[in-house]
Structure formats: structure tokens, C-alpha cells
């Protein structure tokens, strides 16, 4: 039996405000980094979980939460990995929007399959962002939007190259990363149809530990508390 071990990021500043984040940058709030380090010592508590490389994206509020897990848990001599595979779902114009706000322009059903249909696009920039830690990427692979069937698309190269790969090998696995980018992730590990997958919420730093046996089927799954 391995174990994969996913956790979302802490509350982020973003999240505080209630605006749609997506690939934009922002810190952890000072709960944020509480609530990180509350899931790293739930972590700590588990007897059977020896992981042998961390993944996150390239986005600072999972990174800094992967380092305060790591922390609590003595894991920081471990490998990690940072992707824009892992990045959260790409959210396009909305980015930066209150979503309060962003209910009155487009309407609560319009917002509801944006938020957690798996084929919507919300609306898309105009051209793709400038940043400096994609600079290496092909542009064509930057997104403008994505819906959560494209954020698993681009995701789950990476999952079975670098995650699958060495959970079939017998080494646990911690994951740490964001809301939509997990939703798609669990997802595909869990089967779950295009119509239920609109219920899945992925709280903040509450981590989700799945047992598997030598074929990666879920033998069990638990949310620390």
C-alpha cells in the first residue's frame, strides 16, 4: 500500500477578500499560515506516511504552505518539485474580481458553471500574462482562461510522470496546491462525472489522505480535521 497525501494551500489574502485569484500571485493571510501549519502537525500525526517528494506549483501561497507542512512534519531535506501543471485554474478576466461583484455583472447561475462546471471557460485576457516564472515555457501552453477540464488536461501529464510514477514504486507522495487544480486531480483519481463534480469543494488546508494499493486504486480516503 502507498499513500497520496494532497493538501490545498492556507488561506490567502485572495481568499480573505473573496476575489477570483487563478494564476494571480498573493501571500497567505496570518490564518492562512496558521491553518498551514494546523495541517502540517495533522500530517506529523499519521504513523504510516513517509513521502519522498513534495509537488507544488509555482504559485508563492502553495509554496509557502508546502514549506510550513514541511516544516511541522521534519520533511524539509525532501525533494520539491514546483509546476505550473499544479497551478491553480486559470481564471481568466475574472481575475481580480470580487465575486460578489462579479455575481451582480454576470449573473449566479453564469458564475455557478464557471465556478464548478468542468467544461465552462470563463471569459479570457485579452492576451497571456507577462510573468517572469513562466518565461521558459512554450507561450502557446500559457492559458488565457481555462475551464476545470482543461486545468486537468494540463495537469495530468504531470501527475503521472512525476507522482503516479513513483506511487507505483512504493513512495508516498504530499501534494500541495489550490482549490480547482486538486478538484481536477480528484476528479480523475475518484471518477467523479461532470455533474457531481460541481458538489466537490476543497477546503483550505484540510488535508485529504488516499490509500492505494499496487495499482493506485483508492483502497481508503480520509480528510484531517
Known sequence: MVKLVLVRHGESTANASNVFTGWNDVPLTDQGIFQAKEAGNLIAQLTDFYPTHIHTSLLSRAIVTANIVAECCNLLYLPITKTWRLNERHYGALRGLNKVHARDMYGIDQILRWRRGFDEVPPKLAKPMQDRRYQNLDPKLIPRAESLHQTQARLMPYYYAEIA????????????AHGSSLRALIKKLEKIDNQEIIHLEVPNAEPIVYTMDQHLNILDKKILK
Open 165 to 176: 510514477s513513483r506511487l507505483l514504486n512504493g513512495e508516498d507522495q504530499l501534494v500541495v
